[in-house]
């Protein structure tokens, strides 16, 4: 059974940084993109970041320049590199992880991040 494990989340103040992992448990098969998306109270779900097999990555808007996706093939992790955090970053950010024949979706149980003073 895959299972997504999330780590690294946590409080930080205003300017900081933080690194969440994600790594994939149990066997799978052509592993194609890798994501975080994140949900704030009160807020539907939104893409932070993606990573595809060639290490091609988007961004939203809100994070470029703050904020860095990266993947370890042979681990099945992915990483998000927050630097600058401001306090609207604050949110449950959850780790997505796709599939190609078939075409399956995973999503991880979440990890809380908060960005305060």
């Known amino acids: 059974q895959v299972r997504l494990v999330e780590s690294g989340g946590g409080l930080v103040q205003p300017g900081g940084s933080l690194r969440l992992s994600c790594a994939v448990s149990g066997y799978i098969e052509r592993l194609n993109a890798m994501g975080w998306y994140r949900q704030a109270p009160g807020k539907e779900r939104e893409l932070v970041a993606t990573i595809n097999t060639y290490n091609m990555t988007t961004y939203a808007d809100s994070v470029k320049g703050r904020i860095t996706i990266s993947r370890d093939n042979y681990k099945n992790t992915v990483y998000l590199q927050m630097n600058s955090l401001k306090p609207e970053d604050t949110a449950v950010y959850y780790c997505?992880?796709?599939?190609?024949?078939?075409?399956?979706?995973?999503w991880g149980q979440g990890t809380q991040v908060t960005v305060s003073s």
């Open positions: 997505n992880v796709r599939t190609y024949l078939p075409s399956l979706t995973y």
